[in-house]
């Protein structure tokens, strides 16, 4: 089966650490996104990456980090420097401008 | 900068009531238009698209949208609601950025279905 797989479901880690949460598609496409989702404000852009070795900030880049070595990965590191990292977050990828999402990781931070 | 309203939070229907979700957006050329719908603690589901061509989009579930330039609305309905349609429902605007779509979501609606 196709489909968008992001790992662990939930994560929890220590305040001052950094932590990386996975992404990995087999559909084959090119861009690939992270958001960010907390209660009553949607999904807002991390980061998204056209193609690999290629990435551009979106609009709430501060305190994230993201590689694209491969094309069917996108980790996304969420570093000390965040300020309020506990949320859900979702990756996505999309040819034709369809986005597919995966099931998200939920990360608390304490 | 494109933007996506979503005016309702809350909306709370009756099983086999119709359904309307509401959508206003924002943008300087034609947009790309998304509904999708996401179950609780999961990702999001598309649930139909508009791109160009007939402003009226059916879609997955028996949803159908309607694209109104002059309202600059999109509002997602269904003719009868069941209780599996229970879930927070987004509606996203896209901005073709060549090889991907960047796109800029509202702040969701949640529906309930009561039996």
């Known amino acids: 089966d196709g489909g968008i797989t992001q790992s662990p479901k939930y994560l929890f880690r220590k305040e001052g650490q950094n932590v990386t949460l996975s992404c990995e598609q087999n559909?084959?496409?090119?861009?690939m996104y992270w958001y960010r989702q907390d209660p009553g404000q949607g999904l807002r852009l991390i980061y998204y990456?056209?193609?690999?070795?290629?990435?551009q900030k979106g609009d709430i880049a501060e305190g994230y980090s993201v590689s694209r070595e491969k094309k069917e990965s996108f980790p996304l590191t969420v570093t000390s420097a965040q300020k309020n990292p506990t949320a859900f977050y979702l990756c996505?990828?999309?040819?034709?401008?369809?986005?597919?999402f995966g099931p998200g990781t939920r990360l608390t931070v304490t | 900068a494109q933007s996506v309203t979503q005016p309702d939070i809350h909306i709370t229907v009756s099983e086999g009531a119709s359904l309307e979700l509401r959508c206003n957006y924002s943008y300087g050329a034609t947009p790309y238009l998304f509904w999708y719908v996401q179950s609780p603690g999961q990702g999001l589901q598309l649930l139909l698209k508009?791109?160009?061509?007939?402003?009226l989009v059916q879609g997955i579930k028996g949803f159908e949208a309607e694209f109104k330039r002059s309202q600059s609305s999109f509002n997602l309905r269904k003719p009868s609601v069941h209780w599996s349609d229970a879930a927070e429902y987004f509606c996203a605007v896209g901005a073709v950025t060549g090889g991907g779509n960047k796109l800029t979501f509202g702040t969701g609606t949640q529906l309930k279905v009561e039996l």
């Open positions: 508009y791109f160009s061509g007939d402003t």
């Open positions: 996505a990828s999309s040819i034709d401008d369809e986005q597919y």
């Open positions: 990456s056209q193609i690999v070795n290629d990435f």
């Open positions: 559909l084959n496409h090119d861009a």
